[in-house]
């Protein structure tokens, strides 16, 4: 194992992880496709298990043991860079989960048609953008039996490190990628290209016309394609006009509302792949 002590924190080679944020990563090898950051063994381990390839490791020093070394010990003789812990949260901001850092490359995403191709039950994200919300839902995603998740432009990257730690990992599991070129192509064609693919649409929305998530006709169709809104605003307006469902979740005591990672777990379980 090529394992090298860190002696200066200004090294060039420890910029991707101290000094470049996440957005400067996504474009680091501009015009070819960039670097994300996984953290902790386990996500390490599943982003390798769906064969994403290494560039390096942050790792702190008393965890190069157990599964630490297990993970590592996959990768060949690429750089090891390690110290103690206080070096570490002095060099990235925060402290690491499991004291594990891995930078990787990122792969070409799959076309919405061959993530759609088999698929009965599909998650569309619209303008979700917070990364822990993101990571949560994949989460949900894939203990829930959906076959993919599709994302809008603005949503947050389900590469991002807190994206993918809090998916813990399942971000490498479930299918995913983008549908649209930008917001204005999502408004006026996404709904319209899922009908295309042979999915029936249905919104999670507030509406006076909203069905019952527990509605027979809903949880019959073949292919659905389950929509979920941005926080705050949730969906746009066109988006559920489109839609051939417009789906609430009953509620009680008042509370007129779930979190949408939440909301997206009660779908999920109702709706998802028996």
Not at 1 to 23: F, P, T, V
């Amino acid at each position: 194992m090529n394992i090298i002590e860190i002696n200066d924190l200004n090294a060039s080679e420890l910029d991707i992880y101290a000094r470049l944020n996440e957005a400067q990563l996504l474009h680091y090898y501009e015009p070819d496709l960039g670097l994300f950051i996984t953290e902790s063994p386990k996500v390490i381990e599943r982003a390798l298990n769906a064969g994403y390839e290494p560039v390096s490791f942050l790792v702190e020093k008393k965890q190069l043991t157990g599964e630490t070394l297990d993970v590592i010990g996959r990768c060949g003789d690429i750089p090891v860079y390690t110290a103690a812990f206080e070096v570490l949260s002095k060099l990235t901001g925060f402290n690491l989960t499991r004291g594990m850092l891995c930078a990787m490359q990122r792969r070409v995403l799959p076309s919405v048609s061959e993530i759609c191709k088999d698929a009965h039950r599909i998650v569309v994200l619209e303008n979700v953008v917070n990364p822990t919300n993101v990571g949560a839902i994949f989460r949900s995603a894939a203990a829930l039996n959906m076959d993919a998740v599709l994302l809008t432009p603005a949503c947050s990257d389900p590469l991002y490190r807190r994206a993918a730690r809090v998916s813990m990992g399942t971000v490498f599991q479930i299918p995913w990628t983008y549908i649209g070129t930008d917001t204005d192509d999502w408004l006026s064609n996404g709904v319209e290209q899922l009908h295309a693919l042979g999915f029936k649409t249905a919104a999670m929305a507030l509406c006076d016309d909203s069905v019952s998530i527990d509605d027979p006709n809903l949880m019959a169709e073949k292919k659905l394609a389950i929509i979920l809104g941005t926080e705050g605003d949730g969906l746009a307006n066109t988006t559920i006009a489109d839609c051939d469902y417009t789906v609430c979740i009953p509620m009680s005591h008042g509370v007129d509302s779930l979190n949408v990672a939440a909301a997206s777990a009660v779908a999920f379980w109702q709706l998802g792949n028996k």
